[in-house]
């Protein structure tokens, strides 16, 4: 039933949301069109079991999945949200695999929301100029200034560049890559 309900709520968002780009980006993806569904209902049903557990601060935490291998980035208060998110994780039927990026919360006058949200739009901004890069296959995350890519792209070359891009932008700490090749 759970499952069921996470695959109506994945289909309204995708039929609600703006046909030409959902089109695009189910085009230029390079998972199959099942296999991008299935992540899709595997994050879903992630972020729902972090929305409905206690320890887990949902704000604080974000999940995205590939091919079946969950990432689950943010900030966390204590180890045992970080071990209670990877179990959370790893119970969803279809996970074959956890990766995390954590960092310890904290107050930073020099890294805030509002900087997390301009480095991000920057970062997009590169990677949409940037011809050589199927940009909607590159998922940018920002967590304290430190930017994380999340993907499957066509090349090698495409995730160096992408990188790239990434570190050449004012205010970012770090660059993490978790872009994978398409086999």
């Not at 208060?77 to 209670?84: D, G, H, L, P």
Request: charged content about 25%; hydrophobic content about 45%.
């Amino acid at each position: 039933m759970k499952r069921l309900l996470l695959l109506l709520i994945f289909a309204m968002l995708l039929f609600s949301a703006a046909g030409c780009t959902t089109a695009y980006k189910a085009a230029v993806d390079e998972r199959s069109i099942g296999t991008q569904t299935d992540d899709e209902i595997i994050t879903a049903e992630i972020k729902a079991d972090f929305l409905q557990d206690e320890l887990i601060k949902y704000m604080d935490f974000d999940a995205a999945v590939y091919d079946g291998h969950a990432y689950i980035l943010g900030e966390y208060e204590s180890r045992e949200q970080i071990a209670r998110s990877v179990q959370i994780a790893r119970a969803v039927d279809g996970v074959r695999g956890v990766t995390t990026y954590m960092l310890p919360k904290k107050d930073d006058e020099l890294c805030g929301t509002s900087d997390n949200l301009l480095i991000y739009a920057k970062v997009k901004k590169e990677l949409i100029a940037d011809g050589d890069i199927k940009s909607t296959n590159v998922n940018t995350k920002v967590v304290q200034c430190n930017v994380v890519l999340l993907g499957i792209v066509g090349s090698q070359a495409e995730a160096g560049r992408a990188v790239n891009h990434a570190k050449g932008v004012d205010g970012v700490r770090s660059v993490k890559s978790f872009l994978r090749v398409a086999r």
